[in-house]
């Protein structure tokens, strides 16, 4: 069980926050990590590792059910490139990796207060990066009003589910709004989103707490 990461989740819930940002330092690896919470499945952890070599970071999306169980599996993909990034043989022929084992350990190394809450373009930068998603729209501008008979993309609902929640972005979506997106930082507003992450995370920290207790 991870322990440390309930411990940490349970006191964003009482602080009304349903992301958290914080480093974890495992061994001389280094992990910088975005927590969101989840309504109905307790969790999703994102982890970017740093390599030291200068190769580019690799971000990893865990799942963690609401009984805060260490994952004991991984995509093949993702545990040969973590197994790697740790300095370690994966494969059946060599089983050294165990992911129940990281995690377990990893764990150990997590802070149990919360740091600050992600911003929308760390949200949607890790979220892309763990799904292979190559997009350097992640800048939050605005809300868009489609004219009649024309719909919101797929690629922009999925934007929007990740920046608003599942049940926000249908509603949206059924209104005709698209969330719009920049590449430049000096484009983001943070006012215009403001209501709908507030409605959001109402409803994810009510349901959240439901599911946990």
Request: with cysteine; glycine share 6%.
């Amino acid at each position: 069980m991870m322990e440390r990461l309930q411990r940490l989740a349970v006191n964003m819930a009482i602080a009304g926050a349903i992301t958290d940002v914080f480093e974890v330092d495992y061994g001389r690896h280094h992990f910088s990590n975005v927590l969101m919470l989840q309504p109905d499945r307790g969790c999703t952890l994102y982890m970017t590792t740093h390599p030291e070599d200068g190769s580019k970071p690799k971000t990893f999306g865990v799942e963690i059910d609401s009984s805060f169980r260490e994952p004991r599996y991984l995509n093949p993909d993702d545990y040969r490139e973590l197994a790697s990034f740790l300095d370690l043989k994966g494969g059946n022929a060599n089983n050294v990796f165990s992911p129940a084992t990281f995690f377990r350990g990893f764990d150990q190394h997590i802070p149990v207060i919360p740091h600050r809450t992600a911003n929308a373009n760390e949200i949607v930068r890790v979220t892309n990066a763990a799904n292979h998603v190559d997009d350097e729209k992640i800048y939050f501008v605005g809300w868009y009003r489609n004219p009649p008979g024309r719909v919101v993309r797929d690629v922009n609902y999925e934007k929007t589910k990740v920046l608003i929640g599942e049940e926000l972005a249908k509603e949206y979506r059924a209104r005709g709004i698209s969330s719009c997106w920049s590449s430049c930082p000096c484009d983001e507003s943070i006012k215009g989103i403001a209501p709908a992450i507030e409605e959001n995370n109402g409803e994810i920290l009510r349901v959240w707490r439901i599911n946990i207790q």
